[in-house]
């Protein structure tokens, strides 16, 4: 079946240090991958996403690759801000049928200033 | 704007109450989804529906129930029967075709404890 194994957390970093989370995948195929964020108290909201292999995601200064040799979707910034203090959740979805999307238990990062 | 509205954002529950938590969306989404979040923890899915009066139960669906008359709106009942209804629950919506690449999107939820 299909699983993401992500980066236990939690990821407590100063403000401007380099992030890096790990994602890696197991699934038929080629899923499309995601990274969502969820903020305290709030739902998760879609922070990039990549549809096939060796496509780049990015928004908001975060960036992921998808390495389909390496079945791995690593979330990266180059300098984290207080805001960036929130829940990551690495995601997949095959890309057949109706399946659902595939969460991993989410890592947990907080910036300190 | 379109989006996923789930009400109320704060609810509380008697013990031996049921209550109906709220989700609608005027996404025209096909697919609607119910989970549950537990503090410092994952997702886990409650219930699923992929057309209008059609749903199946996710990973946890005891002590749960749902409806999908309409396809803006897929309300969750938590009975009863459900003994740690303490938590946050989450709705999405997606297309639910097969080469829908956007994922899903979310409410803001809802947040239920038992007093």
């Known amino acids: 079946g299909n699983s993401v194994t992500q980066m236990e957390g939690p990821v407590t970093l100063s403000e401007e240090a380099f992030l890096t989370i790990n994602c890696t995948y197991t699934?038929?195929?080629?899923?499309?991958l995601f990274w969502y964020v969820q903020y305290p108290g709030e739902g998760l909201q879609l922070l990039l996403k990549?549809?096939?292999?060796?496509d780049k995601g990015s928004n908001k200064g975060f960036e992921a690759t998808y390495r389909k040799e390496t079945t791995s979707f690593h979330l990266e910034k180059g300098s984290v801000q207080v805001s960036d203090s929130a829940v990551y959740f690495c995601?997949?979805?095959?890309?057949?049928?109706?399946?659902?999307?595939?969460f991993g238990t989410g890592t947990r990062l907080t910036i300190i200033p | 704007d379109g989006g996923i509205t789930q009400s109320p954002k704060y609810l509380f529950r008697k013990e031996g109450q049921n209550v109906t938590l709220s989700c609608e969306q005027n996404?025209?989404?096909?697919?609607m989804y119910w989970y549950r979040q537990d503090p410092g923890q994952g997702l886990r899915l409650i219930y699923y529906?992929?057309?209008?009066?059609?749903?199946q139960k996710g990973d946890i669906a005891e002590g749960y129930s749902v409806s999908r008359e309409k396809k803006e709106s897929f309300p969750l009942t938590v009975t009863s029967a459900q003994k740690n209804p303490t938590a946050f629950y989450l709705c999405?919506?997606?297309?639910?075709?097969?080469?829908?690449?956007?994922?899903?999107?979310f409410g803001s939820g809802t947040r239920l404890t038992v007093v």
């Open positions: 996404l025209n989404h096909d697919a």
């Open positions: 529906s992929q057309i209008v009066n059609d749903f």
């Open positions: 995601a997949l979805k095959p890309n057949f049928g109706n399946e659902k999307l595939t």
């Open positions: 999405a919506s997606s297309s639910g075709t097969a080469h829908d690449n956007y994922g899903y999107t």
């Open positions: 990549a549809t096939k292999a060796d």
């Open positions: 699934a038929t195929g080629y899923p499309s």
